[in-house]
């Protein structure tokens, strides 16, 4: 009989609780788990992965390896965000470029949510728009701040 979830995974659940639109490798949650200042060992990342593969994650959130890299992450495919930040485009990606991937993904979800207009709740849609366009301008703000930096 179980006595429910071991340190190990109730610290993951609490990780993802705190962070919706988090994404960790596994060796960044031995840094969040463990000590920190202790050098990561072999059985830290085996404990890690062990807990994972036992515990039930909520939601939509899953293991997963890109193609081309050894490391194991923990995301959320089904977030955007999530996926940013352990995809490698994302990860690799200069702040500026970042920023137009978070312009363009504003974009793409302002058109997605234009069709919804016609058979959805239009005042709720309509406040969605709204945010979504105020996002746009704060993120293009930022944006010119970077390139007047350069």
Known sequence: MSKGPGRVQRAILALIAAEPDGAWSFEELCGLIYPPGERIERAQLLSVGRALKRMTLPGTWTTCSFSGERRWWLCDPCNLASMRKAH???????????????????????????????????????????????????????????????
């Open 88 to 150: 490698p485009s994302w990860r690799d990606a200069t702040p500026l470029k970042q920023i137009e991937m978070q312009i363009e993904s504003a974009q793409t979800h302002i058109a997605l949510l234009s069709m919804g207009l016609q058979g959805g709740d239009v005042a709720l849609i309509s406040a969605d728009l709204r945010k979504a366009a105020e996002r746009i301008k704060k993120l293009q703000s930022q944006r010119a701040e970077l390139q007047a930096r350069r």
